[in-house]
């Protein structure tokens, strides 16, 4: 009986693994769809577009794969990296649009709480404004320590980030240098009106 009972558990298995792919597809394809349609609309220029989406999302899961995510933290990421520069304050004006569009995007496409939280989080987290904001912060407040040295402001601490936004931010921000990343300040420096 045992036996029996093990081998239709792995078939029940079997059966389900398909269908949780083809939701996760299918919730990827969506969310790929509505993020080109927001970049083109939002009046992003080229140095955030639907070209730097696909490669940040491209270089977070090959860093996720080498990190060992399992698949569903590797969904978080692509998730999180197709959503990061949706509504972003560069354009948008506002830290909390970007969040707030993802969050009810994800929601409406039925995607578990869990889920929505931790792409929310990453994509509330990635910004390197963010993180300039925070050693500003230290820097203000930081004091002298017991050996009487000052102690240097720094960013997030490793505790408080997770693999998912690591995966993300590093592949945000390797984007962002080398011959692509000069190509993209000279666009976003040059749009109209900067």
């Known amino acids: 009986n045992l036996f029996v009972v093990t081998i239709l558990g792995s078939l029940v298995s079997l059966q389900q693994a398909p269908a949780s792919q083809a ?3 299918d919730i990827i394809k969506s969310t ?3 993020v080109r349609s927001e970049m083109e609309s939002s009046g992003n220029d080229a140095s955030h577009d ?6 940040v999302r491209s270089l977070a899961l090959k860093i996720a794969n080498a990190e060992g995510l399992d698949s569903g933290a590797k969904h978080i990421v692509e998730l999180s990296a197709l959503l990061h520069d949706v509504k972003d304050y560069k ?3 506002s830290d909390v649009a970007g ?3 993802a969050r009810a995007f994800l929601a409406a496409q039925g995607v578990t709480e869990e889920v929505v939280t931790k792409v929310v989080d990453v994509v509330s987290r990635v910004s390197y ?3 300039l904001a925070l050693l500003s912060s230290q820097s203000s407040t930081a004091g002298m320590g017991a050996t009487g040295v000052t102690s240097p402001p720094t ?3 490793p505790s408080e980030i997770s693999k998912e936004l690591a995966c993300v ?4 921000r390797l984007d962002a240098i080398g011959a692509i990343g000069i190509a993209r300040c000279f666009t976003f420096g040059g749009a109209p009106g900067r």
Do not use: I
Request: glycine letters at 4%; zero cysteines.
């Open 99 to 101: 969040p707030e569009a």
């Open 32 to 34: 790929e769809d509505w």
């Open 50 to 55: 639907w070209n730097h989406v696909t490669r």
């Open 91 to 93: 354009y948008s004006g």
């Open 169 to 172: 931010q590093d592949a945000d």
């Open 129 to 131: 404004k963010k993180e």
């Open 155 to 157: 960013p997030f601490q």
């Open 23 to 25: 939701l996760s597809h």
